[in-house]
């Protein structure tokens, strides 16, 4: 490992060597920073499975590595509710390019939160995944993130002639947008894990402030058939949708996926389509938006769940040009 890689982990309260910490020594401090694990929380919050796995050290070392960072971290005490409050004031909005999808959003996509989009093909999801994957690089004044995005891309639907046209018609220099965009296919649900596994990496690298994977569910689905298959499906996809819920909240990152439906009568509003994954991504989104295709050429956005916003409806375009009202 090179010298200008780090070898401490830092809070805002303490500085501890990870040496320090039960278990650990030189070669298994280099382990964790390579990892992945450069702050103390990544590692609190992870499983002791896991974390040995990962850096080929036992488990029963694992749990006591774990113990100690959630002591010096002071994982598991409660807040005040103005702390939180404080707290929320880091969060920012990501623009739509669309005025009513962002007042239906409260202002746009929140970071350090899962928005889920889902819908039947055709409906929008990867255009406004794409549209996405252009504004965050807009300042923040103008609504963007002013960073880098990362696709995990399941179905090979990420274009980048469809950028070249978003980012001609925001007037931004399509060549630019496109280097800070870092895409990955990923070929089966295994290899999807690991690439959600392997996203903090590329984190260390580049100012990333949005993640999108399209679509979350198509290879789980594809892979995992039948009712014997699905506790082994849900524990999966349960795993993966942690992986993105912690990059979130370590980057201050915004998380949008894309989800399939099946054929089955939805309780919402009667429409024959329900997301797949079930309860895990159900509860898992803080935002669940679906997407539905209306007269021409416009899209209906309707926020199914949210944690502070009341349900509703906005009308988008999708054009040669983007996203729209």
Do not use: W
Not at 152 to 169: G, L
Not at 223 to 233: K, M, P, T, V
Not at 255 to 267: G, H, L, R
Not at 269 to 296: C, E, M, Q
């Amino acid at each position: 490992m090179s010298q200008n890689k780090k070898k401490e982990i830092d809070t805002e309260e303490k500085n501890i060597a990870v040496e320090n910490l039960p278990g650990v020594g030189p070669a298994t401090a280099e382990k964790l920073v390579d990892s992945g694990y450069s702050d103390l929380l990544s590692i609190a919050v992870e499983s002791p499975k896991a974390l040995a796995e990962l850096t080929d050290i036992g488990e029963a070392t694992a749990i006591k590595i774990i113990a100690a960072a959630k002591k010096a971290a002071d994982i598991g005490s409660f807040e005040a509710g103005d702390v939180l409050l404080k707290k929320r004031q880091d969060v920012l909005k990501l623009t739509t390019n669309s005025k009513s999808f962002n007042e239906l959003l409260g202002g746009g996509i929140e970071t350090q939160a899962i928005t889920e989009l889902y819908g039947e093909f055709g409906s929008g999801k990867t255009q406004i995944a794409h549209q996405s994957a252009v504004t965050c690089q807009l300042p923040i004044a103008e609504g963007g993130l002013d960073g880098h995005c990362l696709i995990i891309d399941t179905e090979n639907t990420f274009r980048p002639e469809r950028i070249v046209q978003m980012s001609t018609a925001l007037e931004m220099d399509p060549e630019d947008v496109l280097q800070k965009i870092h895409v990955a296919r990923a070929f089966n649900s295994h290899h999807q894990i690991l690439l959600g596994e392997k996203i903090k990496e590329i984190a260390k690298e580049y100012p990333v402030r949005l993640l999108v994977v399209d679509s979350l569910t198509a290879h789980f689905r594809a892979e995992y058939i039948g009712r014997g298959a699905l506790a082994d499906r849900q524990q999966k996809l349960n795993k993966h949708i942690h992986d993105l819920m912690r990059f979130g909240d370590l980057f201050n990152a915004a998380i949008i996926v894309t989800n399939q439906v099946s054929s089955k009568p939805d309780a919402f509003f009667g429409d024959p389509t329900r997301p797949i994954g079930g309860h895990i991504v159900g509860h898992a989104a803080t935002f669940r938006i679906y997407l539905r295709k209306s007269k021409g050429g416009k899209r209906i956005c309707r926020l199914i769940d949210s944690p502070n916003l009341p349900e509703g409806e906005a009308v988008i375009t999708v054009t040669e040009n983007g996203v729209g009202d």
